[in-house]
């Protein structure tokens, strides 16, 4: 199965900045859809970015304007920049890749904490 790699977590202030990344297994990867999704304490998991394999890309209303997601097809990676960081977006980021066809996989998270 696809296998998912997070990195980039980590602590930021009101304001400032933060890139993750996320390495995905496949020689495939370039006709996956890549996405990022968030979950907060004691809050349902939500969907953040998505970017598909035509190089469509979604956002989530809170984010836009904010968060980039991109993709290496070369490296296997997708990213998401996320500026001017708000204590809301405190959760752990989670990466998802849905090759063609198929339901989405699942990374373990990276954690992200924002403070006032």
């Known amino acids: 199965q696809v296998q998912l790699v997070e990195s980039g977590g980590g602590f930021v202030q009101a304001g400032g900045s933060l890139r993750l990344s996320c390495a995905a297994s496949?020689?495939?990867?370039?006709?996956?859809?890549m996405a990022w999704f968030r979950q907060a304490p004691g809050k349902e998991r939500e969907f953040v970015a998505a970017?598909?394999?035509?190089?469509?890309?979604r956002y989530t209303e809170s984010v836009k304007g904010r968060f980039t997601i991109s993709r290496d097809n070369a490296k296997n990676t997708v990213y998401l920049q996320m500026n001017s960081l708000k204590p809301e977006d405190t959760a752990v980021y989670y990466c998802?890749?849905?090759?063609?066809?198929?339901?989405?996989?699942w990374g373990q998270g990276t954690q992200v904490t924002v403070s006032s």
């Open positions: 998802a890749a849905a090759p063609t066809g198929r339901s989405y996989y």
């Open positions: 496949g020689r495939t990867f370039s006709s996956y859809t």
């Open positions: 970017s598909s394999s035509i190089g469509m890309t």
